[in-house]
T-cell receptor, first 112, second 113 residues
Framework: DVKVTQSSRYLVKRTGEKVFLECVQDMDHENMFWYRQDPGLGLRLIYFSYDVKMKEKGDIPEGYSVSREKKERFSLILESASTNQTSMYLC???????????FGPGTRLTVT | AQSVTQLDSHVSVSEGTPVLLRCNYSSSYSPSLFWYVQHPNKGLQLLLKYTSAATLVKGINGFEAEFKKSETSFHLTKPSAHMSDAAEYFCVVSPAAGNKLTFGGGTRVLVKP
């Protein structure tokens, strides 16, 4: 079974802090994704990566950056956390051109 | 551009009765369509997918969905709800090529005993 793990289930940070969310997948997938999930809005794509050191902006990249130094790891960075970034963050991975994405359990981030 | 509208934010059914979750989409291309389920405190899991083969798609746990191009719909159904079906369901569209998914707002299903 594909396993996607995220470093924390719950995280509380203060406004202005730099925040790192880590995601690791164990199936050698090329593609990795970061989403945020908010009630009534579904999942919105923040950034994705098709290969090591490659990244592309999704629908809502403002205020976020990403890093992919190794194939199995994809990090989401909030350079200066703000209260409107309080949300559930989901990481996913997929293989090649296949559409099925495998999701991690999510990190619920609260920014106070 | 593509978009997905899930017509009900909440659905409540009794155990053993049918479930219907409605989804309409818009897409400039022949899309691929998916339903994902998210149980409490769990990641999303793929229920089923339509990728231009048969219009009636069967998924896991007794769910199925029918692609109707003329109505731009992809409704999810199950003949008999089980307590374990209580979850949030997401309708998702993807363009004919590429990995980028667009999610609907979700439908939360409550199953009453």
């Amino acid at each position: 079974d594909v396993k996607v793990t995220q470093s924390s289930r719950y995280l509380v940070k203060r406004t202005g802090e730099k925040v790192f969310l880590e995601c690791v997948q164990d199936m050698d997938h090329e593609n990795m994704f970061w989403y945020r999930q908010d009630p009534g809005l579904g999942l919105r794509l923040i950034y994705f990566s098709y290969d090591v050191k490659m990244k592309e902006k999704g629908d809502i990249p403002e205020g976020y950056s990403v890093s992919r130094e190794k194939k199995e790891r994809f990090s989401l960075i909030l350079e200066s956390a703000s209260t409107n970034q309080t949300s559930m963050y989901l990481c996913a991975s997929s293989f090649g051109d296949l559409y099925e994405q495998y999701f991690g359990p999510g990190t619920r981030l609260t920014v106070t | 551009a593509q978009s997905v509208t899930q017509l009900d934010s909440h659905v409540s059914v009794s155990e053993g009765t049918p479930v219907l979750l409605r989804c309409n989409y818009s897409s400039s291309y022949s899309p691929s369509l998916f339903w994902y389920v998210q149980h409490p405190n769990k990641g999303l899991q793929l229920l089923l997918k339509y990728t231009s083969a048969a219009t009636l798609v069967k998924g896991i746990n007794g769910f199925e969905a029918e692609f109707k191009k003329s109505e731009t719909s992809f409704h999810l159904t199950k003949p008999s709800a089980h307590m374990s079906d209580a979850a949030e369901y997401f309708c998702v569209v993807s363009p004919a090529a590429g990995n980028k998914l667009t999610f609907g707002g979700g439908t939360r299903v409550l199953v009453k005993p």
